[in-house]
């Protein structure tokens, strides 16, 4: 992997080696104790760097060096800059690294691809009345080996890939092959609290030089959101292959209700997150990463809406048509997870453990504070 | 721009804040005038770190205690007796009360640090250094209406019988005047003024390094003392470390900062080692090398050391220039060749074995050559061998404006101007005539701005 040469890599590593004899953001996340433990950064350092950076921007901000100052320090950018080249160094396959940078483009094709596929194999016509109250409805429309099988065939090669990204991403760090339990335990909490988002304790700066935790809720919407409808897709396959309770389900059973309140907390979070980067300064963000990030929000709230649109309208005749547009764009999302913006979460996970288990080397070597210009 | 108003404060750092602010909470209407553009706000201020605080007892962010007289100690002795006895104390007593007060106006400081060469019982360290500080209390003055102009320059004051009648500044190169009530002159020394610093320094000044705001040009200073305002503090002096050479002229702050001379030798452009390079721990020799590469042909010194030393001191900002042997280190550095290899084989062959260890005055010495290295002499011979650059960094200057108590700017007559106050390094040489101990200057900037910001209230306010 000789890609951590590259200007973007050359310009994160100036950076950090200032901010290694500046120190004066330790407080601030994870990433400053991490650089502090070393002197020289390979590549795979700043790759591991680059992930742990939670984009806060709270030390561009607080940066005597931050631009127009001559070093011209942007740390958040140049991590984020960073970060869309792990995302491609790490993909796997490799070819398909391509997707990260037309991550928009491919997932409207694969959702309108998809979405032809199941509606040419719906077995009667879209429009035709399907007593959608009637156990198994959906698979009245489209057959159910088929649906199961395209989804989970997606949403498997989705894991295999993602799995193969951490593994590349792991041995590029060098990261250590074990890590004892509290370690896990510490990243786990540190993913799921998002600790080091504005890690002062006062959040994250979005337009300037002033805090606001607006991104930590709405990220927290969408993320939660997500692992509802996750959750309630889980429930709902374990009611049918379980339990033989086939869907739908009422509206106050258990996959149902959680899908719905996921589902809006997915949108709601989706809005607020444009809304801070519509209205962000942009020169700590980086405009490529930007692109993705927007492509990912749009996929998800396309999801997650098509979900919600789907309960409400499914005693109409348009849920055969809403069905298929809807597992289209779920196929879609499964498919593109390894080459957009979710990678994201993998490796800012896999960075925290890597952070966590390297909590002796940090209690050992107290560094020497520094003092401010004249001690 | 505004014509009039309560009171002015002319400079936007440490001091100008706490003065505006409290003046403006005081029911004054205030205007600060600051030097820089946004981006460049806050003076010295937005490369600081920490300041010293007494405290009777451990609090969130301090541990232990720091008496007042430990405090009074501490300063004595770095300043050899060049204080204002009367105005340290109130500096110092003051200080106790500066935590809330700072917090309640937007400061964050960082949980007590472990293992801070002994500062955490003493400093409180500012959570994102002092560029985050100034940005909350820039947040706070504009929050109660302290009204903030950038890139204005102040030109002159006109002092008469004691009595600011009218403040010409330059708001973005223009010209424009104001008729404050009262003013509080926070603008710093003049470090950054070359052609000052040269008056005293000769051509030499030209090759110093300005370790921070190029704003801080003395000119206010330089005005009032013209006008008949007294002067405090030895006007030739300035604080004085050996930065890395490559560091940028001015705001190069924190990170040029170059620890690694007591595990080093330095030599100077022909060679030639011309220092005790271990005379004594390193917070006590910090601050004389920029004077002794000051006094170097160039003002350019190099320290040279090898890679069994490289992680047993902070890294700089700049990686250090790497050599397989001497001579080519000398060739990248741009040193002589033949007496650098001279300096370096001499050096080795007259070290005495002994028990090496950087956190004490070890036994590892020369015998035999001049200048000696009296601690953690340590031959160099393990490739690669590693060089930095040294020129010296001007951090401030001493000459100030000498006060009363109540932060009022007092006449070479001995009577204080009536309606003009003085707070932070334009000030600072009242207390700290010599020398420097961590944190000691924001600590004054806080205290006087404090005071100078109320008092310049109450006069405006009549």
Known sequence: MEHGNSRTAEQARRFVEICNACRYCEGYCAVFPAIELRRQFTSGDLSYLANLCHDCRGCYYSCQYAPPHEFALNLPKAFADLRLETYERYAWPRPLAALFRRSGLAASVLAFLFTVIFVWLAKTPLSAAVNPERAGAFYAVIPEGLMIAITAAAFLFAILALAVGLLNFWRDTQSPCAADSSSFLSAFSDSFTLRNLGGGGDGCNNRDESFSQSRRYFHHALFYGFLLCFASTSTAATYEHVFGWLSPYPFFSLPVSMGALGGAAMLVGIAGLVQIKLTADPVPASRLLLDIDYSFLVLLFIAAGTGLLLLAMRTTGAMGALLAVHLGVVVSLFLMLPYCKFVHGIYRAAALLRYAAERPRRARGAAPATEGIVQ | ?462
């Open chain 2, 1 to 462: 721009m505004i014509e009039s108003c309560d009171v002015l404060v002319v400079g936007g750092g440490n001091a100008g804040l706490s003065a505006a602010i409290t003046a403006r909470e005081a029911g004054a209407s205030v205007v600060l005038l600051e030097h820089a553009p946004k981006a460049f706000r806050g003076g010295n201020s937005r490369h600081t770190r920490n300041l010293r605080l007494m405290h009777k007892s451990p609090t969130a962010t301090l541990a232990g205690g720091y008496s007042s007289s430990d405090y009074w100690r501490d300063l004595l002795s770095v300043t050899h007796g060049k204080t204002d006895e009367h105005l340290a104390r109130i500096a110092i007593d003051a200080t106790a009360e500066l935590l809330p007060w700072m917090e309640a106006h937007g400061a964050r400081f960082q949980p007590a640090l472990k293992g801070t060469l002994g500062l955490s019982r003493t400093n409180a360290f500012f959570f994102g250094g002092g560029k985050a500080l100034m940005n909350a209390y820039y947040a706070a003055a504009e929050r109660l209406g302290v009204t903030v102009f950038y890139d204005t320059e102040v030109r002159s004051l006109c002092l008469a019988n004691g009595m600011i009648r009218e403040v010409s500044a330059a708001p973005n190169g223009a010209s424009s005047s104001l008729r404050p009530k009262a003013v509080v002159v926070c603008s710093g020394g003049f470090q950054a003024n070359i052609e000052w610093l040269r008056e005293y320094w000769g051509d030499a000044a030209s090759n110093f390094i300005i370790r921070g705001t190029p704003y801080a040009q003395g000119g206010v200073l330089k005005n009032l003392l013209a006008q008949g305002a007294a002067s405090v503090g030895d006007p030739t002096q300035c604080h004085a470390v050996a930065v890395d050479a490559r560091a940028p002229k001015f705001d190069g702050g924190i990170v040029s900062r170059l620890d690694c001379i007591p595990f080093s030798i330095v030599v100077d452009r022909s060679g030639r080692r011309f220092y005790d390079e271990g005379e004594d721990i390193w917070p006590k020799r910090y601050a004389i090398w920029g004077r002794l590469v000051a006094q170097c042909p160039e003002q350019i010194a190099y320290a040279i050391t090898d890679a069994k030393s490289e992680t047993l001191f902070m890294p700089s900002a700049f990686p250090p220039i790497r050599a397989q042997s001497i001579g080519d280190l000398a060739c990248k550095l741009g040193i002589d060749e033949a007496a650098l290899k001279a300096t370096v084989r001499n050096f080795n062959q007259t070290i005495r074995p002994g028990k090496f260890d950087p956190g004490v005055l070890d036994d590892c010495h020369t015998d035999g050559i001049a200048p000696p290295k009296t601690h953690w002499a340590r031959a160099i011979d393990e490739p690669p061998f590693i060089g930095y650059p040294l020129r010296p960094g001007i951090t401030f200057t001493y000459l100030g404006l000498k006060v009363d108590e109540n932060a009022r700017v007092l006449m070479q007559d001995g009577r204080p101007a009536a309606n003009l106050f003085a707070a932070g390094e334009i000030m600072a040489g009242n207390i700290l005539g010599q020398g420097y101990v961590a944190g000691i200057g924001m600590a004054i900037g806080a205290v006087f701005g404090r005071i100078a910001g109320g008092e310049a209230a109450k006069v405006a306010l009549g």
